[in-house]
């Protein structure tokens, strides 16, 4: 929900223009808080300023804006720029999605949600594919464009990256997501050479390893045994139900959204940290 101020800004009109749009067509029509402000829904003021730059004309506007519904139109358009192969639209439409959205959220409720619109229950479409194509690049290129890191502890995330594979898309966005937050980030597959682990290992000295895909846990196992024979003390996650929850695992759960997970991920490490300053501290417990 967002303001009067907020909304007619975005519409490229004034406040009272807002208004009298609301008097004379009953759209945008907003809920009242309890101080009796005005707040519009982001998704139907969105869909009203894509028609306006359509049509140019309020009446036809609104009237386009109310037909197509207020749903969430940017997942929809993009979703539609996937089918109609159109590159130069989908990129314009996280470019106007990140003007109005994190980063996270983008991902969460844009572009992976398009993504799973045109996922095919068997086999794999062009549609499919290009979206999948799309996301994935889209994804690397926000990835290079990150921070520095800013926090001390790496973050080793094991993904099958397997082609076609949304839960793939989902690794992508956890690693893009906390680098934003200032992590170390490395990521590599289960079937990666064991024998040459060692190194890069070494090189990210991970404080957590979070657990990506439907990797074979066989082959989980052996490459969390090589990391924790390298680096003691490592914490393992599991990612949207990587590992099958028995009731019996010790591995903790992150969740399903990349925001939430790196939350999730970010107090645990801060946990741990406290934890070893206490040590560090020589704090020494007494009996009563």
């Known amino acids: 929900m967002i303001r009067t101020n907020a909304a007619a800004k975005m519409l490229g009109v004034s406040a009272s223009t807002l208004r009298s749009w609301e008097r004379r067509y009953s759209f945008p029509l907003p809920e009242r808080t309890a101080g009796g402000h005005r707040q519009y829904e982001l998704e139907q003021i969105e869909a009203l300023r894509q028609a306006l730059e359509e049509t140019s004309n309020i009446s ?113 966005a956890l690693e893009l997501v906390l680098r934003r937050a200032g992590l170390r980030t490395l990521a590599l597959t289960p079937a990666t050479d064991r024998g040459r682990l060692g190194r890069a290992i070494r090189a990210l000295e991970p404080s957590a390893v979070v657990l990506c895909g439907r990797a074979p846990l066989d082959a989980l196992a052996r490459l969390i045994y090589a990391v924790r024979s390298i680096a003691t003390g490592v914490k393992v996650f599991d990612f949207r139900g990587a590992v099958p929850d028995t009731g019996a695992s010790t591995v903790a759960r992150l969740g399903d959204g990349p925001a939430a997970a790196r939350d999730r991920l970010l107090a645990e490490l801060e946990t741990a940290r406290r934890s070893a300053a206490t040590g560090r501290g020589g704090f020494v417990r007494t009996s009563a």
């Open 60 to 172: 036809s506007a609104i009237s386009l804006a109310t037909q197509r519904g207020t749903g969430p139109p940017s997942c929809a358009r993009l979703s539609d720029a996937f089918a109609a192969f159109d590159e130069q639209l989908a990129d314009r439409q996280l470019e106007e999605s990140l003007a109005l959205r994190s980063m996270e959220r983008t991902i969460e409720e844009v572009l992976l949600p398009a993504v799973a619109e045109q996922s095919p229950d068997d086999g794999s479409t062009p549609a499919f594919e290009f979206g999948w194509r799309h996301a994935t690049g889209w994804l690397s290129a926000q990835k290079r464009l990150a921070a520095a890191a800013t926090r001390p502890e790496g973050v080793l995330i094991l993904d099958p990256w397997a082609a076609w594979d949304i839960e793939t898309l989902h690794a992508q």
